[in-house]
DNA sequence: AGATTCGTTACTATTAAAGTCACATGAAAA
DNA sequence: TTTTCATGTGACTTTAATAGTAACGAATCT
């Protein structure tokens, strides 16, 4: 597969919509981000589902956000996308009862899981206002 | 692209190289792991490289490890495999100046290099003869 | 009614590993 | 030295999942 690439450039939209307050049609999403409007769609339904944004139809339609970006974590945004693969590396489940195929397999799972673990500890830890802030400081 | 399975694949086979002592032909690992005979070679090539093992070519050639297996760390495999994408998730290069992107792609890098540093921590923590003493107490 | 905007489906492009073939190169054995 | 074995390597196809494109029905506002 490509690299998933949905939470930074979500992120970025979120940060634009947290700016913009009126309702943000995909259309113009779409010129901003450089990405066609279906797929800011795609990537957003996630998030519409997730209850951090709604979608409003028709004219002076477009997206909003639902929540004070204070409330929403980036682990909150990774689970709207549907909690993606983190890994490019995988080990798959043993194909035999081999004892050395199951210790590969369980010392490789053992360490993606602790960086899986700590990975989603980073994202609870900081929420879209703290990107905000950081841009605003020059971070 | 597919999940990169070869850090499990590698170390099972080693472990199994471990075991065997005299020299392993690429066909025969082929046949014992279910895979052609030139991917074990071309897996196998890093290691060489890295002079983790040895590759005999002509009558009774083979493959064999060249250290014991306690002076090889899972990361050394991980290493002479080419140092593999860690993530299927990330974050290009801005394409913009826009301090609200910058902020959302160096969010998601900070959360990915602190789960890539300990999952490389992990892995130089535990050796290839780690592995085959947690598979003969049933671990 | 008509224009706008989302919601969704279907399809192609992209990317890197997985897997397959073929063959040149080198080493041992007969 | 000829044969056989085994590695080393290049070219190619397959696979899997996101990226990207196009189209159109449904819902909403003017």
Same mark, same amino acid.
């Given at each position: 597969m490509r690299t998933d690439t949905r939470l930074p450039r979500v992120l970025h939209i979120l940060l634009h919509l947290d700016e913009i307050k009126d309702p943000v049609t995909s259309e113009r999403m779409g010129e901003m981000f450089g990405m066609d409007a279906s797929l800011v769609r795609r990537m957003m339904g996630g998030l519409r589902n997730q209850g951090l944004v709604t979608s409003i139809k028709g004219h002076g339609g477009g997206w909003q956000l639902?929540? /004070?970006? =204070?409330?929403?974590s980036l682990m909150d945004v990774y689970v709207a996308l549907?909690?993606?693969?983190?890994?490019?590396i995988g080990a798959p489940? /043993?194909? =035999?009862?081999c004892l050395l195929e199951h210790a590969a397999t369980g010392a490789t799972r053992a360490a993606m899981n602790a960086a899986k673990r700590l990975f989603e500890q980073e994202l609870r830890n900081v929420s879209v206002s703290d990107l905000a802030a950081a841009a605003k400081i020059g971070g």
């Open positions: 639902l929540r /004070p970006t =204070s409330e929403i549907g909690s993606p693969t983190v890994f490019a489940e /043993p194909s =035999s009862p």
